[in-house]
């Protein structure tokens, strides 16, 4: 084998080193950035007789949106309804504990 094609067999290696590194590293990370978070989805709260849902960490502020559109004289009965305590994440949804 010539100098050349030595070299040329050095760097494809080290090309394909470098982007299975890359690679790893964005796998991992993008597992880690995957949070689920409890939400309120009606205007009164589960205590209140609401109802709430385990969504994606990147959903919330449509949900806290949502509610902001509510009026604040809005009549809720004395119902307790909470049953999440937290959420996980499980083979790609986010299900209450």
Known sequence: MNKKGLLGTI???LVLIVIGFFWFVREMNSEEEITCVKVQTTCCGCNM???EKCVLGD??????KNLSECSPTIICGAVFNCEIESCEYI???????
């Open 91 to 97: 083979k790609g949804e986010c299900i209450p504990k």
């Open 11 to 13: 760097i494809t290696i």
């Open 59 to 64: 959903e919330v502020e449509k949900y806290e």
């Open 49 to 51: 007789g609401g109802s």
